[in-house]
């Protein structure tokens, strides 16, 4: 707890570039190429700016491409990339950012909890993006230091529908701000924008990773990530199942630490989902095994199949875990 409290008071003294106003180019950009994107955009009932990029629009990879840089802030850079051609998933969603801590998870992390009531029903539904940083409540805020303040704000959510009317006054009153200066940018993940968009969290579940075994984050000075891109499945359990498999088995992160050799190694070791307990399986059988309870899964299992953690103080590296391409098989096919 002492490590986090020093992170926090760490950045606390740094000026941190806001995520909001970076993202905000990026997000004016995905408007402007909309047609070409097969995005729809829309202004809902209280003035807010909607894009729709799986539901009824049609969507792409390169829709989930530049979701994920809305996601991590416009701080990283996420690419579409060729591995090995003789590999059955040559195809790699990699991403890259200088500002790893606060891009991964100050923006990316979808961790805002959100509900509200739509039409009788309720709509839940977990938020990521700039806006969590402006009006989500998490302590994870807290132990960073860092909360932004911008004059409009983006949220991206994994979802089937578009936020409702209530939904969008939440978040509205949360960050302050006029439902016209939010934009809600949202895909199923068993679209293809929300495929990509999903495995291009690699780089963020090391940085979650490595918080929850308490390495210093502030220690983490790099970061670069890549995963195969899973293909997408209509069943919602199904395509959950490939975008996590995509990670948990064959995922590989590389992490520039500024601590030293020992505590680089420790990290190398304890890091990669290979050391989780419910390690083995696809992730959709794993989620049966727990009748959908999501909270009843290992957290440990949710990090990268294989990592490097290198000390910029010895220029040592250190390696932990190793890609499963047997159960990605079982998963993708």
């Not at 700016?49 to 799986?54: A, E, F, L, S, T």
């Not at 809600?184 to 929850?212: D, M, N």
Request: proline share 6%; hydrophobic share 45%; glycine share 8%.
């Amino acid at each position: 707890m002492n490590d986090r409290k020093e992170s926090a008071a760490a950045r606390e003294a740094t000026a941190w570039p806001s995520v909001n106003a970076k993202a905000e180019p990026l997000v004016k950009a995905l408007i402007a190429d909309a047609d070409a994107l097969r995005v729809a955009v829309t202004e809902g009932t209280l003035g807010e700016c909607r894009i729709d990029c799986g539901v009824h629009a049609v969507g792409g990879l390169e829709a989930g491409r530049r979701i994920a840089e809305i996601c991590l802030g416009g701080l990283g850079r996420v690419a579409l990339e060729t591995t090995d051609a003789d590999s059955a998933w040559p195809f790699m969603v990699t991403v890259h950012t200088s500002q790893p801590v606060i891009a991964c998870l100050g923006s990316q992390y979808a961790g805002w909890s959100l509900s509200a009531e739509d039409r009788g029903k309720k709509y839940s539904v977990l938020g990521s993006g700039p806006a969590r940083a402006i009006g989500s409540s998490e302590k994870l805020f807290d132990e960073l230091g860092y909360h932004d303040m911008a004059e409009s704000a983006v949220l991206v959510l994994e979802a089937d529908r578009p936020p409702p009317p209530a939904l969008v006054e939440q978040v509205a009153k949360a960050c302050k701000l006029k439902p016209n200066r939010l934009t809600f940018v949202y895909a199923p993940t068993s679209s293809l924008a929300g495929t990509v968009q999903i495995a291009a969290r690699c780089l963020e579940v090391a940085l979650h990773k490595a918080h929850e075994l308490h390495f210093p984050l502030d220690h983490i000075i790099d970061g670069i990530a890549t995963a195969p891109l899973p293909p997408p499945a209509p069943d919602f359990i199904a395509a959950m199942g490939r975008t996590n498999d995509a990670i948990i088995y064959g995922g590989r992160a590389q992490l520039f630490v500024s601590s030293r050799a020992k505590e680089a190694k420790t990290l190398a070791e304890n890091l990669p989902s290979l050391k989780s307990k419910d390690y083995g399986k696809p992730f959709a059988d794993i989620f049966a095994a727990v009748k959908g309870d999501f909270y009843a899964i290992d957290r440990m299992l949710f990090s990268p199949a294989m990592v490097t953690v290198t000390s910029l103080k010895t220029g040592e590296s250190f390696e932990g875990g190793r890609i499963d391409t047997a159960v990605l098989s079982r998963s993708f096919a």
